[in-house]
Every structure is written in structure tokens, then in C-alpha cells.
């Protein structure tokens, strides 16, 4: 399907990421493949938007401007999912001294929607709106295990690469295998996947058989894992999912009611 201008001016946001903070407009045309002409005036676009602000003093060097970050507050404290989750990741967290987070399965990466942080736990590698690779943690696993069939084939074949260079899968069978045994169980325990001196576990918050669950996590350091009963957090975990479900499909009910 053909992009408007209006995807395609878009696609310039694409070319931020923590690596890459700041574009030009030599590297809209290059990665974008547009001439300069076209790359100015998306640029300009961009900026009368507030979605880019030039950087003084450089000589056309752009950053992400001010309105995304109203839209970050505005999605922060307005997305039902998350108000409805809040309280129910607090209590978690008192509960078990771990950090908790609601995390959201992308196209490519997993996105944390939100994250309840136990005290002063350094967790760099999470957090709200930071990207993570899906072929490694215990929340992009068992995302894909809960998706349909051609769901999870179609994850295998995009990152088979990535998966058997991480020693998870080698092949599609396999992958298939493991996806449907994660999808049994209910729960997917990560031991220093993605950071090595974390682990997480993670369980499904279920909206649709159609579409990917959030993912509920327990995070804290691999030595904290090692002594605690790994069961009776998955099944704190399972019982607090289980709530959020139950309560955003009442809070459904009630506005399709007043509606």
C-alpha cells in the first residue's frame, strides 16, 4: 500500500533512536532516498508541527521538539490500559520487592508502556518507551507465543537470524515448539537474555485471541531470582493480569453502555 506524504514525512521520525538523537538533513536523503529539496521541506514541516526543533547554533542539526513530549504526557496519563494497571503493578511491587513492567509488543522491538521501579533499582535497559529487541526477554517471548499461528511464523522468519545466533531457535520446527510449550505454561522466565546481570519473568494480560497480550514482567537481578520461589511469583503475576483483564473489559462495557 502506497504511503501519503503524510506517512512519508513521518518516516523522518524513524530516523531517531538513542544511538541517534540528532539528524541532518544530509541523513534524511540518504536513508530516505529524497532529494534535498524534498528533505527541507519535511523538515519544515516537522518543526511548524513541533515534532522537530533546530538546534542552535549548528548549522542544521534537528532534534525531537517539545510536542512529543505532550503527547508522551497526555498518552501517560490518559491510555486506559495503563490507569487501569497502575495500582495493580504497585501492589506487585510492594509485594515482592521487584521492579514491574507492561510492556507492548511492536512490529520489530517491544515497547514498555509502563514500569514500576522497586526503590532505586537501576534498570537501563527498560523503561517507558524504550525499545527492545523481540528475539530476546521473557516478555517478548511470551507475546509471540500468544499470537496466532502465522503470527508467531511470521516473527520466526523476520528474526531466525537473531534467534538461533542467541541460541534459541535453530530452526522453524523448533521455534514452533518452544512458542507452543511458553504458550502452555503460561509464563516465560528470562535469565540474563537481554541484560546479563538481569532476569525477568513474564506472563500474558489477554485481550484478544487475535492480537499480541500486553506482557506483565517481574525484573530484578539474576542473584535476587536465586533466592526466591520462582512459582509464587508467576502466580502473583497470573492473579494481577488476570484483574487488569477483568477490569478493562468492564471499563469496555460500561462505555460501550453510556455510548
Known sequence: MAISSFGKILTVLDLFSLSRPIINVDIISEELGLSKP????????????????RISGTSGDYTLGSKIAVLDYISRT???????????????????????LLTHLNYDSCIDLHDEVYKNASLLSYGRGCPRPVFVSSSAKIMIAHLPKQGVLDYYQRFSKQLAEVDFAQTE???????????????YFSNGE????????SVPI????????LAL????????????????LITILQENAALIEKKVASSINISETLS
Not at 173 to 187: N, R, V
Not at 206 to 213: D, G, L, M, V
Not at 222 to 232: A, Y
Open 78 to 100: 490518559t491510555d486506559p490500559l495503563v490507569q487501569i494497571s497502575i495500582p495493580f503493578m504497585r501492589e506487585i511491587v510492594e509485594r515482592t520487592e521487584f521492579s514491574c
Open 38 to 53: 524534498t528533505s527541507y521541506r519535511y523538515l519544515k514541516e516537522l518543526v511548524s508541527a513541533e515534532l522537530l526543533q
Open 194 to 201: 537481554l541484560d546479563p546481570n538481569i532476569a525477568g519473568v
Open 173 to 187: 520446527d523448533d521455534f514452533l515448539i518452544k512458542m507452543k510449550k511458553i504458550k502452555k505454561q503460561g509464563y
Open 206 to 213: 489477554k485481550f484478544s485471541t487475535k492480537e499480541a497480550p
Open 217 to 232: 514482567t517481574l525484573l530484578a537481578s539474576k542473584n535476587r531470582f536465586e533466592f526466591v520461589n520462582l512459582q509464587k
